[in-house]
Nanobody, 123 residues
Framework: QAQVVESGGGLVQAGGSLRLSCTAS????????WGWFRQNPGKERERVAI????????YYDDSVKSRFTISRDNVKNTLYLQMNSLKPEDTAMYYC????????????????WGQGTQVTVSS
């Protein structure tokens, strides 16, 4: 069964940086597009960034464009999210997930969410 483990979150001051990682197992990592998502309590999970299977194409939500960079290492089965110029509104639990294909509205491959990694940005 496919599993993901997110890591790299923490507490950072506004303007700071963090690099999130997502390690996947139980599926052919490079066979899928992947996405980073975030969620705050009481709110819907929102899509932040996506990347295609080869790491050539990426797309970002407007709120993070030019500040966040999604990337992947298909040898290490790991997805990354480099977050720069962090803002308090970036505070959330961050999750990764495989997608059925590449596209901003592409459905999830499954509902096997990891535990997430908490990002907290202080002002």
């Amino acid at each position: 069964q496919a599993q993901v483990v997110e890591s790299g979150g923490g507490l950072v001051q506004a303007g700071g940086s963090l690099r999130l990682s997502c390690t996947a197992s139980g599926l052919t990592f490079d066979g899928y597009s992947w996405g980073w998502f975030r969620q705050n309590p009481g709110k819907e999970r929102e899509r932040v960034a996506i990347i295609d299977g080869r790491g050539v194409y990426t797309y970002y939500d407007d709120s993070v464009k030019s500040r966040f960079t999604i990337s992947r290492d298909n040898v290490k089965n790991t997805l990354y999210l480099q977050m720069n110029s962090l803002k308090p509104e970036d505070t959330a639990m961050y999750y990764c997930a495989a997608l059925q294909d590449y596209g901003w509205r592409a459905p999830l491959l499954n509902n096997n969410w990891g535990q997430g990694t908490q990002v907290t940005v202080s002002s």
